[in-house]
């Protein structure tokens, strides 16, 4: 981790120099108003050229949902990954784990104690850095005239914010978008209620806008080049996420909008090329934040509990995701477990996430399982849960490039055991026993393991929405964590189930949040309290 010097906000750096030349190059008026212009600010009408007013802060958001930036941007966007993920859900999820757990002399994150400061820094990237220019845009866009921009603009906060109250349950939604950070808290389930509708009406929106428009905002979307279609594929597979998301807490209305986005006219994501994913768009070209963690900083390495699904499956996806290391003249693959003492390991594996790959939000193959878990829980998904679910498997091998022609058949491979050669007293034998092969014979739980743990293969690197699916379901069986620091507020069996609410909100909101934590959490604000969904 380091403290970042350089970070120059995109707008300052990509949208401030054209608004000057535009200035430059516009007419001059001959009436007062001229005479009564802020000369070193740019006026209403040089912003609103070509929607660059618009325009530059829905990159930014977009930017925000899950922090990347440019080279130019240094390290600024990876230290706020690095906080609010990489530390936490992409090490809760099992796919990663540290170099070296240095931090606080091992009692931080990865071994459930909650740093104030990084709890501070996590609600900022998930919350504050997605609503600032969604306000923004909010402020900017006349609803009346241009919805189309309003819909747009309320999928990707959805896409954002739905992090946030995964993360930490209740927290303060309506009334934000109006520009007051400080407001009372809502439950997750109505928080959730809210999503369900906004995303309702942004797609009707954007449908009735796709009439006659094929594109919207193409110079500053940087997902997908202002592609109306795209976009309202994505904005229904991300409403079969939610709705998948609270089947336990709450089956009808998960059930009502699941099938709901499934049977929209435009349906959902089904191509592979149609993700939703940031690598170069908007005229910029990002710089994954993944690998200045592990390449740079050191901070970072694969996570056993991933390899031990992929060495036990003989898993094609392995190189693809897990570069080999050599450690005591041997080269091979070697992972670290979750809430590991302060030992140096980051002699062994590395992820294998190159700078230019790209951000995903959601994978085409996330889609095909979250279809195939409908299917099988008997909802109208447009097909059966055995072909979503090799549906699924095929999609995240095209994602990945790679190919097998006996891998979706096998009935046999398990997850492997785990061997560290650094320190022998940290392994251990397998605690996933799932097979790969579909059984339609099998029960319903059966079936559920399976796809859940190959969506969990899948959607790597995306340890958010492993993390959150591992606490819906229970799958994949994970390692345990070796050190646990939360003082017996977390179960070293069940993982960390949320995350407290920073200090700052209790310095700044403090009466909201203070109700919050009284009426609206299921227990005490630490991180052992389930949020409202997690039901199972």
């Not at 007419?27 to 001229?34: I, L």
């Not at 007051?180 to 997750?188: G, W």
């Not at 709901?260 to 710089?287: E, M, P």
Request: hydrophobic letters at 35%; proline letters at 5%; charged letters at 15%.
């Amino acid at each position: 981790m380091k403290k970042n010097h350089l970070y120059k906000n995109s707008f300052t750096k990509y949208i401030l120099p054209s608004i000057i030349t535009i200035g430059i190059f516009q007419s001059c008026t001959k009436d007062f108003e001229k005479l009564n212009t802020n000369p070193y600010q740019p006026t209403d009408e040089m912003l609103n050229y070509d929607n660059v007013k618009i325009g530059g802060f829905f990159t930014q958001l977009e930017k925000n949902v899950k922090p990347i930036g440019t080279a130019a941007e240094s390290t600024g966007p990876a230290n706020n990954y690095q906080i609010a993920f990489n530390l936490s859900s992409d090490n809760w999820s099992g796919y990663m784990a540290p170099g070296e757990n240095k931090f606080n002399n091992g009692s931080n994150f990865t071994t459930y104690y909650f740093i104030t400061n990084w709890n501070d820094g996590t609600f900022n990237t998930l919350f504050t850095s997605v609503f600032n220019p969604y306000i923004q845009l909010k402020s900017n866009i006349d609803s009346s005239k241009s919805p189309e921009l309003l819909a747009l603009a309320d999928i990707v906060k959805i896409s954002g914010i739905h992090q946030a109250t995964d993360m930490y349950g209740p927290i303060p939604y309506a009334g934000v978008g109006s520009g007051a950070l400080t407001n009372p808290y809502q439950s997750q389930q109505t928080v959730y209620n809210t999503f369900f509708t906004e995303l309702t009406n942004a797609i009707n929106v954007l449908t009735q806008y796709s009439a006659a428009n094929s594109t919207i905002l193409p110079d500053y979307d940087a997902v997908y080049n202002g592609n109306v279609t795209k976009w309202i594929q994505y904005a229904n597979s991300l409403m079969l996420r939610l709705a998948m998301r609270i089947v336990y807490a709450d089956p009808t209305t998960a059930q009502k909008y699941a099938e709901q986005a499934v049977n929209n006219s435009f349906g959902v994501i089904t191509d592979t090329k149609n993700g939703a994913q940031l690598s170069a768009g908007a005229g910029l070209t990002f710089v994954n934040p993944i690998t200045i963690l592990w390449q740079d900083y050191k901070d970072t390495r694969f996570g056993a509990s991933l390899l031990s699904y992929l060495t036990g499956y003989n898993d094609p996806r392995l190189p693809a995701y897990c570069s080999q290391a050599t450690v005591n003249g041997i080269t091979n693959y070697y992972g670290v477990r979750t809430g590991t003492a302060d030992i140096n390991y980051t002699s062994l594996s590395a992820p294998n996430i190159p700078n230019t790959q790209p951000m995903y939000w959601m994978k085409a193959s996330e889609v095909s399982f979250l279809r195939a878990e409908g299917a099988a829980r008997n909802w109208n998904m447009g097909g059966t849960a055995a072909s979503f679910y090799t549906q699924g498997i095929t999609n995240s091998f095209t994602e990945n490039g790679v190919s097998s022609t006996s891998y979706i058949s096998d009935n046999t491979s398990k997850p492997a055991g785990y061997t560290n050669p650094i320190t022998s007293s940290e392994n251990t034998a397998a605690v996933g026993t799932a097979t790969i092969a579909w059984d339609e014979s099998a029960s319903f739980e059966i079936k559920l393991e399976k796809i859940i743990t190959q969506k969990w293969i899948a959607i790597f690197p995306n340890g958010q929405e492993a993390w959150s699916e591992y606490r819906r379901t229970g799958y994949p069986k994970l390692f345990p964590i070796l050190v646990n620091t939360s003082g017996g507020a977390v179960s070293t069996s069940q993982g960390v189930q949320r995350m407290p609410y920073p200090p700052s909100e209790y310095s700044t909101n403090g009466t909201n949040v203070n109700a919050a934590v009284a009426n609206l959490l299921s227990g005490p604000d630490n991180g052992g309290t389930k949020v409202w969904w997690n039901k199972k």
